[in-house]
């Protein structure tokens, strides 16, 4: 698939249709700047057709409802999501005319519904229309008709994709398309054909890579301290799962959920991606015996599953085939599999109406690859976005809905009372969806700090989710485990940090304490190809609602591999994989999910007592002002720098500056002395009086100590430096009796390997340290040879100009 051309056009996409949408709303009067009469029948000294004006009409309500910008950006991406929809079915013969719309026999852009317009039976065509734009030679205007036309047509077997004529939307329809450098014309030239043929794969990329402006945009609005609103939330948080990790988790959630019944080695073998469970001890094997002999009577039909952030689809999609296969174990024909899959097992939901719209094209067409009169059968898919209602555009499925109101009934004649008729099924049909319980649920959440989001979100997310409240993904960790009912599966992809972090150790102990980490592929950084560098790492696990002492998971390491294809491999082969019994995670302080930790460094945290009751490590200065306050040391006089300073008056009489812990590269015993911090009496005073500015931990101010970089990929490492010292949030400390036991225990291979269980992500905050276990070693050969390594890092240090203690150069 070529991922550089989809990417290319669909950005150029996006602002070429934004920009003829807003061209064809300034034909019909309607700028940014307003829209005249709002019952306009003529425009620029042009007449209105009745048809147009009740457009025209429909289009300015729209405009005062959400905003020029939101309405232009809304019309183009649902002539996008239309545009492709109608290429995937051409490509793939699935127009039910059999006729191409877009390109020619030889998949030229050279629409073959042009040349066989008089021909073609199409519901609604008007061939006196037809005849009469050939007589007049208005190609342009008839293409325009013959597509409005297929359009309409396919209303009734899609009428979620494609709405009936008469709209705004229409309305807006872009000009001169059958130029080849037209929106039509590159999607066709630029494309490759083949690869219209990968519905998932197409459909996903186009999604992500549309969205690549306003989401860049985003980003760019958050670095000015603007908050993500929730119309920009999609756009911020959109990521297209890779294929195998999709694989990996429905293969582990649903197919598990159907061999613990009805075991098939035809069914298991076929399914790529499944991990057999651990060998249990034998207490627990019965205890899940016991627990699953329910599924034994599931049937097919009974299976019900929701990806409640389906995105564009994909899970649903892959979801489908698996549900296909176990139709079919039982004896079923595809197409009345197609029609059961799509009314009984597959539900979905998202806060996105444009990402909604794909992924019920998606499904509708894996259900028509399967019955290939499926589109006329009037089946729809449970798949809901919430459009007007208002709670479900703020929150999506991370709403709780407690007790479902009845459904509205239909009027048995349409008032102008009754208009919205379809908005209340609509947000009823969402939230009923929103609360039932299912056997299966599998997603892949959006990610966002929420803090990022505006006021109603944040008030929202501490309210119902305050275990949870740092991200949205691990809300959406406990919104997915409500969705699922007792003993059933939830699989996810997520960031890594719920497993480690203090700020989730509530989350995490509810977790560990309510169900069964069934197995895990550990991702770490890189696993989608799209996003380099460390900061998003990911892992992807499956969980049993049920919790069952003495359980033991299966995990897969997969943090080593710097591509994605690179994991996927070392997933297939088997390697770096581990058997964790669950319940020894919380032997570890704050409970982090560390699987790979051996008996040895397991048996390191029974009965010792920590760190904290020995040494005080803590953070420290918040300045609210940095670029004020900080500085490199040679970029002020050397004879205002305050050496062994031991007090605030001490510095008050001898100067201004005084070293400072900042953090740095990675490096141990000694070293990163770059900086000096303003903290005489009249900066202090100063910093007071400044928003943010915190000084805790007076008391161990200017004390000898050891200090390690608080944020670094580097890993960590503990440098010792004599009295004198503040220290920074980012250089955090510790201080105690005989620092330098303390500096070899934690610059030893036995801290690192602990550090790797209990801070396994770029950040090493004292909060977590000061809870591991204490296992200085007081001996004089640990001091002495601690002090050696001290002396050869300081000399090493000081060779080099950029040390305050520089002398001469070791080669001169």
């Known amino acids: 698939m070529n991922k550089s051309a989809i990417q290319k056009f669909a950005m150029w996409a996006r602002t070429t249709l934004m920009e003829q949408v807003a061209q064809r709303a300034y034909q019909y009067g309607i700028t940014k700047d307003g829209y005249g009469e709002e019952n306009a029948v003529t425009v620029n000294g042009m007449a209105l057709s009745s048809q147009e004006q009740s457009q025209r009409r429909e289009l300015v309500r729209e405009i005062q409802a959400k905003g020029y910008d939101q309405v232009v950006e809304e019309v183009a991406y649902t002539w996008f999501n239309r545009f492709i929809a109608l290429r995937y079915m051409e490509v793939n013969n699935y127009l039910p005319s059999h006729i191409r719309v877009f390109s020619n026999a030889q998949g030229a852009f050279d629409p073959e519904i042009l040349k066989e317009a008089l021909h073609i039976d199409l519901p609604g065509l008007d061939q006196s229309k037809v005849a009469e734009y050939i007589e007049k030679n208005e190609t342009e205007a008839l293409y325009r008709y013959l597509l409005l036309t297929q359009c309409n047509a396919l209303n009734e077997g899609l009428p979620k994709m494609f709405e009936k004529m008469g709209g705004y939307t229409e309305l807006l329809f872009p000009n001169n398309i059958l130029r080849p450098d037209s929106v039509l014309g590159r999607m066709v030239a630029d494309i490759p054909e083949e690869d219209w043929t990968d519905q998932v794969q197409i459909i996903g990329w186009l999604y992500q890579y549309y969205n690549t402006e306003l989401k860049t945009e985003t980003f760019d609005l958050l670095k000015k301290n603007v908050k993500v609103t929730k119309e920009r939330i999609p756009s911020a948080t959109q990521l297209f799962t890779p294929d195998w990790i999709v694989r990996y988790m429905v293969e582990n959630s649903l197919g598990r959920l159907w061999l613990e019944g009805h075991p098939n080695q035809a069914l298991r073998e076929s399914w790529k991606y499944y991990l057999d469970e651990a060998e249990q001890e034998p207490e627990v094997e019965a205890k899940l015996v016991v627990l699953r002999a329910q599924r034994q009577t599931l049937r097919p039909e009974d299976i019900t599953l929701i990806d409640p952030c389906m995105g564009s689809g994909h899970i649903l999609v892959y979801a489908f085939d698996v549900l296909m296969q176990i139709y079919e174990s039982e004896g079923w024909s595809q197409r009345d599999a197609a029609a059961a899959i799509v009314q009984k097992n597959l539900y979905g939901l998202d806060i996105d109406r444009r990402a909604a719209q794909l992924a019920y094209f998606a499904v509708m067409m894996k259900a028509r690859q399967y019955d290939r009169r499926f589109l006329t059968r009037g089946i729809q ?57 299912y056997d299966v649920v599998v997603t892949n959440p959006p990610y966002m700090a929420v803090s990022n989001g505006d006021a109603a979100l944040n008030k929202y997310i501490k309210d119902n989710y305050p275990d949870s409240k740092g991200d949205l993904f691990a809300a959406f960790i406990e919104r997915c485990g409500r969705f699922a009912r007792q003993n059933g599966y939830q699989a996810m992809i997520t960031q890594h940090s719920w497993m480690f972090l203090s700020s989730f150790e509530k989350l995490r102990t509810k977790l560990l304490q309510s169900t069964d980490i069934v197995d895990m592929a550990h991702l770490g950084a890189r696993a989608f190809e799209e996003i380099g560098g460390e900061v998003v790492q990911t892992t992807s696990f499956v969980l049993c609602r049920a919790y069952t002492r003495g359980y033991k998971g299966t995990y897969c390491r997969l943090v080593e591999p710097t591509t994605q294809q690179g994991k996927e491999n070392m997933f297939l082969e088997g390697n770096n994989r581990y058997v964790a019994e669950q ?58 720098i305050v050496h062994n300073a031991s007090s605030y008056e001490d510095i008050d009489k001898r100067g201004r500056w005084i070293p400072y812990n900042k953090g740095g590269a990675y490096r141990k015993w000694y070293g990163n002395n770059d900086w000096v911090i303003g903290f005489d009496l009249l900066y202090r005073n100063e910093m007071a009086r400044l928003k943010g500015h915190v000084r805790p931990s007076e008391s161990i101010y200017f004390l000898e100590g050891g200090t390690w970089t608080a944020v670094t990929m580097g890993g960590f490492g503990i440098r010792y430096y004599s009295s004198g010292y503040l220290f920074d949030a980012g250089g955090q400390v510790a201080v105690g009796p005989n620092i330098y036991s303390c500096i070899a225990y934690l610059n030893s291979k036995l801290f690192g390997e602990i550090a790797k269980l209990t801070m396994p992500t770029i950040n090493y905050k004292c909060g977590v340290i000061k809870t591991l276990p204490n296992l200085c070693v007081n001996e004089d050969i640990v001091i002495t040879v601690t002090k050696e390594n001290i002396s050869l890092s300081q000399q090493d240090w000081d060779s080099d100009e950029t040390s305050w203690d520089f002398k001469r150069h070791p080669l001169v």
């Open 583 to 640: 319940a020894n995670f919380s032997k570890i302080p704050g409970s982090p999910v560390a699987y790979w930790a051996s008996r040895a460094i397991l048996c390191c945290f029974e009965n010792k007592e920590p760190l904290d009751t020995r040494y005080k490590m803590r953070e420290g200065i918040h300045t609210a002002d940095n670029d004020r306050f900080l500085k490199l040391w040679h970029e002020v006089s050397a004879s205002s």
């Open 381 to 437: 898919p449970n798949l809901y976005h919430p459009a007007a209602y208002a709670e479900g555009q703020e929150f999506g499925s991370l709403l709780i809905v407690d007790e479902l109101e009845p459904k509205p009934e239909q009027p048995d004649e349409i008032t102008l009372f009754d208009g919205n008729y379809g908005d209340k099924l609509n947000t009823w049909n969402f939230r009923s969806l929103l609360a039932r319980q």
